[in-house]
């Protein structure tokens, strides 16, 4: 998993490039939570053709340390595989997901 | 060959150490298989989804556990799938279900590996022989 960092209004990107699975889940948890203690995180998904249950829990603490700490959480460009996965274990419902990072930003 | 008409498609087999790098080898061989079998990229997706739910729930959780297996058989309308391990008994389908409505605070972060395989394939089906536990399934081509 390569994980780049870049800002979108007041926000942190964080453009994640890779399989996010069972052998990514611990780096790419601790670069997410990271990022979380400057402020509100995008989670850019575009070039993620794929996540795992071990994914998901990454998304789901992140999304829970921003709420403990007052700041928004994200995803944006899900690939279809990436869509269902989220829809099927009801994650639509409870981390925001945009078309665009300026979308998320904005919201 | 009598039987090679039924064969256009390959199949796939692997056995692998029960380690989280075979894991991410049976990822790798996967995609590589899903090209070479033309297998459409949705439906690729959930076959390594399911794989490596399975597959990584032995490595993590299976103490004594020495290997597991993955075996896909193309079929007219659905891949069929065979996991097994040598671990001690489990079975992953006796998991309740996970609560999808729940809000964010209450959501575990358990349980959510067997919900999608569940929620992915068909007729899941768990058996116990020769101290070996089996998880087969099906997987449908289209949809």
Redesign the interface.
């Known amino acids: 998993m390569e994980i780049t960092e870049t800002t979108e209004g007041s926000k942190t990107v964080a453009v994640l490039d890779g399989?996010l699975?069972?052998?990514t889940a611990a780096q790419t948890e601790a670069a997410l939570l990271g990022l979380l203690g400057k402020g509100g995180v995008i989670a850019d998904l575009a070039n993620v053709?794929?996540v795992?249950?071990?994914g998901?829990?990454v998304l789901?603490?992140a999304?829970?340390q921003a709420?403990t700490a007052g700041a928004s959480f994200s995803v944006v460009g899900l690939q279809?595989?990436v869509r269902?996965?989220f829809e099927?274990?009801?994650f639509d419902?409870?981390i925001p997901a945009f078309a665009t990072r300026a979308e998320a930003a904005a919201a | 060959m009598g039987d090679a008409k039924q064969l256009a498609q390959p199949g796939f087999q692997r056995r692998l150490p029960a380690t989280?790098e075979s894991?991410?080898q049976l990822?790798d061989a996967l995609e590589a298989y899903a090209e070479e079998a033309e297998i459409d990229?949705?439906v690729a997706?959930?076959l390594?989804?399911v794989a490596?739910?399975v597959a990584?729930n032995v490595?993590?959780h299976a103490a004594g556990a020495t290997w597991f297996s993955l075996a896909v058989t193309p079929g007219a309308q659905a891949l069929d799938l065979v996991i097994e391990d040598d671990g001690p008994e489990y079975d992953p389908l006796a998991r309740g279900e996970?609560?999808?409505?729940?809000?964010?605070?209450d959501?575990d972060?358990g349980g959510?590996?067997v919900?999608?395989v569940r929620?992915?394939t068909r007729d899941a089906r768990y058996e116990r022989a020769g101290g070996i536990n089996r998880l087969s399934c099906s997987l449908p081509l289209a949809g």
């Open positions: 399989r699975d069972t052998a053709r794929y795992s249950s071990a998901l829990r789901l603490k999304a829970k709420k279809p595989p269902e996965v099927i274990s009801g419902k409870i | 989280l894991v991410a990822m990229m949705r997706a959930r390594n989804l490596e739910e990584a490595a993590m996970v609560d999808t409505e729940a809000a964010i605070e959501r972060v959510l590996g919900h999608l929620k992915l």
